[in-house]
């Protein structure tokens, strides 16, 4: 069954580092395109960050530089690293598979989420 | 950065009702335009990708039109199971921003 299991979330400090794991089972997480989006309690889905089948990485304004995506090929899972916490980071965050058809990418497998709350 | 703006924010409709929410992009995206539903406590679910090509296992009361930079999703027949939330997002060029939502509601 293809499916991403999300963990590492929990309360962190401002200022403190977590690092989310996204565990993946039915495909190879390097052999895709892989992607985090978070959802503030209440408000809508914003896009993060994005780790091509490449390697390469791209992250959304509102993280980068402080944020990280990363995958561990040997355990078919995928990270965030996420450092400097705020309290706007709180959220509950999502991975997610690209897919694609025909040049068009779309994240068609989701993770059920795992909740991030920043505050002291 | 490519801005993504729903309409209505809210909307109320019945069952057996024809609802359409319209989604418009800042810039020409062409047909790199995506919908999914999200329920309460769920992650979001693909519907349509490239506008209008609906994912499999979707019904076929859920279809998506339009290209440039206006975009609509519509539900012919309202069932139940379709009241949720609804989210436009591009996927012209990074950032891969999203529609703020529409809700929709009994």
């Known amino acids: 069954e293809i499916q991403l299991v999300e963990s590492g979330g929990g309360l962190i400090r401002p200022g403190g580092s977590l690092r989310l794991s996204c565990a993946a089972s039915?495909?190879?997480?390097?052999?895709?395109?892989m992607t985090w989006v978070r959802q503030a309690p209440g408000k809508g889905l914003e896009w993060l960050s994005i780790?091509?089948?490449?390697?390469?990485?791209y992250y959304a304004d509102s993280v980068k530089g402080r944020f990280t995506i990363s995958r561990d090929t040997s355990k078919n899972t995928l990270y965030l690293q996420m450092n400097n916490l705020r309290a706007d980071d709180t959220a509950v965050f999502y991975c997610?598979?690209?897919?694609?058809?025909?040049?068009?990418?779309?994240?068609?497998?989701w993770g059920k989420g795992t909740m991030v709350t920043v505050s002291s | 950065d490519i801005q993504m703006t729903q309409s209505p924010s809210s909307l109320s409709a019945s069952v057996g009702d024809r609802v359409t929410i319209t989604c418009r992009a800042s810039?020409?995206?062409?047909?790199?335009l995506i919908w999914y539903q999200q329920k309460p406590g769920e992650a979001p679910k693909l519907l349509i990708y490239?506008?209008?090509s609906l994912q499999s296992g979707v019904p076929s009361r859920f279809s998506g039109s339009g290209s440039g930079t206006e975009f609509t999703l519509t539900i012919d027949s309202l069932q139940p199971e379709d009241f949720a939330s609804y989210y436009c997002?591009?996927?012209?060029?990074?950032?891969?921003?999203f529609g703020q939502g529409t809700k929709l509601n009994i």
């Open positions: 997610a598979r690209i897919s694609n058809s025909s040049d068009h990418y779309y994240m068609d497998v």
């Open positions: 039915g495909f190879t997480v390097s052999n895709t395109y």
């Open positions: 780790i091509y089948d490449n390697g390469g990485t």
């Open positions: 810039r020409n995206i062409v047909n790199y």
């Open positions: 490239a506008a209008s």
């Open positions: 997002q591009h996927n012209y060029i990074i950032p891969y921003s």
